[in-house]
DNA sequence: CTATTTGCAAACCCTTTGCAAAAAT
DNA sequence: ATTTTTGCAAAGGGTTTGCAAATAG
């Protein structure tokens, strides 16, 4: 997190302490939604307004700080920044996170050597049943 | 196509001129925005509204022959059956299709062993310049 | 003839913008 | 003191809905 203070000192950010609380909680690692972003940051400042949401967004995936994610075209946010592919669960919606950067250079290996050309960057999206819906 | 007539006659589904027009648009594997779909019919059905197109996509999600691509949240229909990958530019936004499904079989061995979980199905998009921009 | 589909307009999101007051550096 | 940020309300853009008229089966 404090590397992230940081980040925001270059880049002439302000460190109000709703943006820190919005990177804060989406340090949690849970892929929110907007609207989950708020209601989880208005629990703690009760007067925030989505718009300081959404600018607080804009601004951190500006910085690639966080990433946007688009299943099923529902906005969500990850703030990762260790490479990893993500698991859509096909009943709920919810997003996990798998960490194996082994197998991803695999893949990305295998991908360049198909398409013959360089590979800017790997997304990979599986699709499961998550482990409470296969309960 | 007319495989696709025979589904739509399995579902009850009419086979209006709309609806082929926009089947017949989705054919030319262009990846095309809702906007973009509703301007091409437009040349052949002066009179066809925004609601019609939206209408049509929706069943066809519903009946699976059409998928839904959100590369930067931007929805973009694709109608291929045939197993695929996909390449985003990351200049202009344009999608291109790779069909070497070895390739795709081989990353879903890797990623299955690494999640150690059933994959009921794999999105791959990689982020790549196109050969247009990279001019 | 019956059920679906079309096309229009209104309604409904979700997201962005403009601006004055507040806060951070 | 300067510049950014916040919060509000209004505007904007994309998508869905309700309904009567038209059309396919």
Do not use: W
């Not at 990177?23 to 849970?30: R, Y």
């Not at 007067?47 to 299943?71: C, D, F, H, Q, R």
């Not at 906005?75 to 960490?99: E, L, S, W």
């Not at 197998?103 to 049943?129: F, P, R, W």
Request: charged letters at 25%.
């Amino acid at each position: 997190m404090s590397e992230i203070i940081e980040l925001l000192k270059t880049r002439k950010l302000k460190a109000t302490p709703q943006r820190l609380a919005i990177l804060e909680f989406l340090n949690g690692k849970t892929h929110p939604t907007i609207e989950e972003i708020y209601e989880a940051i208005k629990k703690g400042f009760p007067s925030i307004s989505l718009a300081t949401i959404y600018k607080n967004i804009n601004t951190l995936k500006e910085m690639g700080v966080v990433t946007e994610l688009n299943p099923g075209g529902k906005a969500k946010y990850d703030i990762n920044i260790t490479p990893h592919f993500h698991g859509v669960c096909q009943n709920c919606g919810k997003i996990v996170d798998y960490f194996d950067s082994a197998a991803m250079e695999k893949c990305k290996d295998t991908l360049s050597e198909a398409v013959g050309e360089d590979i800017k960057g790997l997304n990979i999206t599986i699709d499961i049943v998550c482990s409470d819906c296969s309960k």
